[in-house]
């Protein structure tokens, strides 16, 4: 499990060597948080654009590992057994190897969560920005205490 600041990811995996985390499944909880702006009213920034996701920079970086985007969105204290009254919330994931992610998706699913995938590594363009909408409410309202749910008909 990848769990740094997402500025500092590149040289944390660096100083664990390459060589160590080829074939590995690397869980992604990164997110790429410009810590030299200030929010805007409760909205991070980002030093990613929408074009290229800190995972996409991660995998290039080290491309014999399997990473897998998932936790990036949610509070440490819901990332095991979380309950909430609306139900079972659901775990983006993202990445390019399907082995890895049937791997993090049981993990998730013992976790509590429910598995949605988001294919190939690009879409961390698309869960990376959930972290932004995730804060916002705690940023405004010191309200932190929320999951994202994927509905279906």
């Keep these: 499990v990848l769990a740094v600041k997402g500025s500092a990811s590149i040289e944390v995996l660096d100083m664990a060597g390459k060589h160590n985390l080829d074939g590995k499944i690397v869980i992604d909880t ?3 948080i410009d810590n ?9 920034q980002y030093y990613t654009s929408l074009h ?6 991660l995998q290039a970086a080290n491309p014999n590992a399997h990473f897998v985007k998932a936790f990036n969105s949610i509070g440490s204290h819901f990332m095991v057994n979380p309950t909430f009254p609306g139900g079972t919330p659901s ?3 993202c990445g390019n190897d ?10 998730l699913v013992k976790f509590g969560f429910e598995v ?3 294919g190939a590594v690009e879409g961390a ?6 972290c932004i909408l995730w804060c916002i409410p705690g940023m405004l309202h010191n309200s932190w205490s929320h999951a994202f749910k994927l509905l279906r008909p």
Excluded at 52 to 57: G, H, N, T, V, Y
Excluded at 125 to 130: F, Q
Aim: net charge negative; charged share 25%; hydrophobic share 40%.
């Design 30 to 32: 990164t997110n790429p």
């Design 36 to 44: 030299s702006q200030a929010p805007v009213n409760g909205v991070l």
């Design 125 to 130: 363009r698309a869960i990376e920005p959930l």
């Design 116 to 118: 949605e995938d988001m």
């Design 52 to 57: 290229q996701s800190q995972m996409e920079l």
């Design 91 to 93: 775990m983006f994931i």
């Design 98 to 107: 399907e082995a890895a992610k049937k791997e993090v998706s049981k993990i």
